[in-house]
């Protein structure tokens, strides 16, 4: 057993151990195996390396949180200490897994196994192919990846992209012009950015094109430099339209594709290009293939189950 004394020079005490030490006991309950004991500014913690470096790690996060946002809510807390954030982390990505900060102070970080292996995936190679069902977070962590590229600017831009896949809707039936048009179809990508940034900041990007979301078709003849680009929804391209987009990676360019090969809406005999790619890209080098499960989804508890239901229906 070991310990440790971390001293709270940089964050209020009072708001980080709550009322009556309601946020210290929630601490405390994602680190059973560790002593904690608060003395004023002063932490002691007694314990074993792994678990005192999770909780070292997870204060430093809570004082970057303070010093945005000049609190530190419960929410911040089960962000930062979750099992599959922080005491599941050995120090893989950095600040125990945070990503990017939202505009309220709000931590976006990889929260699964999945998640993680999705982040080192990306870091690690050029391509990298994120498949799993609906909830799992694919396209919400390869966002986060991307903004956090333009922050650091590791690249110059960001590009999202879609299929646009009528679904059962003809395009022609609906109101407005071609933007409007294609408008729902890419609002999942400006709400995941909503969350990250600013509204005046993310306006200033999509107005310069320094963030640039369009439908996939629009990728066509181009060449994608110093960008990180997202493919999402790929399971609704077609082979011709999937090898059209991945041979726009121009140089110093990151490539994440998502889809999920259980929800494909294309007609019934035109093949999904993901499904294809899964199996003529998987032994590329510099490429990764990452799969998410129904273990990964983040979403409402009821996903979880209604994902379960499906795939043992289509067992049967």
Known sequence: MKEKT?????????ELYGINDSKLEQIKNYFPGLKIVARGNVLKVTGNDREMNAFDRGIRDLTGIFKRNNRISEDDIDSIFSENSVSGSSGETTDSGVLVYGPSGHVVMARTPNQKKLVLASEKYDL??????????KTYTAVALAVR?????????????????EAGENLGFLPGDLKEKLAPYLQPLYDALSDMMAPEKLKAYLDTRIIEIAPLAFM???????AFVILDEAQNSTEAQIKMFLTRMGKSAKFIVTGDITQIDLPKNQPSGLVHCTHLLKNIKGTSFVYLTEVDVIRHPLVKKILKAYEEYEKK
Request: no cysteine; proline share 7%; hydrophobic share 40%.
């Open 149 to 165: 590229a333009l922050k650091t600017k590791t690249v110059k831009r960001i590009i999202l992209t879609r299929p646009a896949v």
């Open 128 to 137: 990298v192919f994120a498949i799993g069902p609906a909830g799992t977070g």
């Open 220 to 226: 066509r003849g181009r060449t994608l430099d110093n």
């Open 6 to 14: 971390i001293r709270l020079d940089s964050i209020d005490p009072i």
